[in-house]
């Protein structure tokens, strides 16, 4: 079984701050990585992901995420956030013998100005 | 053009009708999924289809139907909608083990 925590259902930040949305997972296996960013009214846009490889993942937009195998995270980060990335966030994992990924609840990102 | 389109982006329809969603893509990816978005509720996979032939229910599957009539289209059916059904829905496709690709979604009310 797999599954995937966003433990926070809201994230506020001030712009300029950094700014980190948690995800946590559980897998039988290797997970497979993906945060997604979904904006007002739109359908959801792919940040970045990790399958294998260096453990800090750099995505679109200024956005990077770290793989932590052993506190079995992915927690999304930026260095400075912007008021444009105020959106709903989404962390999703699957395997490489599970054909379909589990996403969380999803996280609403403010920034504030 | 989008790489993933989906009509129509609004409906409105009342208790009992039969609605059709459509979904089209031209990435070429065989893997096709239908999602429902519930506010707090996240993703939720209605129906997930690997090739022309592969059909497979998700996790709440019951109410919905779905047909795919190419790699390029699928489209899922309410056979008779009801309240409970309104939800914004989205269709996407994926390869084997990549990100997957969201359409623009179709916001669903069931009167």
């Known amino acids: 079984a797999q599954s995937v925590a966003q433990p926070e259902d809201q994230v506020n930040v001030a712009e300029g701050n950094p700014l980190t949305v948690k995800c946590t997972y559980s897998?039988?296996?290797?997970?497979?990585l993906f945060w997604y960013v979904q904006y007002p009214n739109r359908g959801l846009q792919f940040l970045l992901k990790?399958?294998?490889?260096?453990?800090l993942v750099k995505g679109s937009y200024g956005f990077e995420a770290e793989f932590n195998k052993s506190q079995t995270s992915f927690h999304l980060k930026k260095p400075s956030a912007l008021v444009s990335d105020s959106a709903l966030y989404f962390c999703?994992?699957?395997?490489?013998?599970?054909?379909?990924?589990?996403f969380g609840r999803g996280t609403s990102l403010i920034v504030h100005p | 053009d989008a790489d993933v389109t989906q009509t129509p982006r609004n409906r409105i329809t009342k208790t009992g009708k039969r609605i059709m969603l459509e979904c089209s893509q031209t990435?070429?990816?065989?893997?096709m999924y239908w999602y429902r978005q519930d506010p707090g509720l996240g993703l939720q996979l209605i129906y997930y289809?690997?090739?022309?032939?592969?059909?497979n229910k998700g996790e709440i599957s019951d109410g919905y139907s779905v047909s795919r009539q190419a790699q390029a289209k699928f489209s899922l059916s309410l056979e008779s909608a009801i309240p409970n059904q309104t939800a914004l829905y989205f269709c996407a496709t994926s390869d084997l083990h990549n990100e997957q690709f969201f359409g623009p979604g179709t916001r669903l009310t069931v009167l």
């Open positions: 999703a994992v699957k395997t490489g013998g599970s054909y379909i990924p589990t």
């Open positions: 289809s690997f090739d022309v032939k592969d059909i």
């Open positions: 990790y399958i294998t490889g260096d453990n």
């Open positions: 897998v039988s296996g290797n997970p497979y």
């Open positions: 990435k070429g990816h065989d893997r």
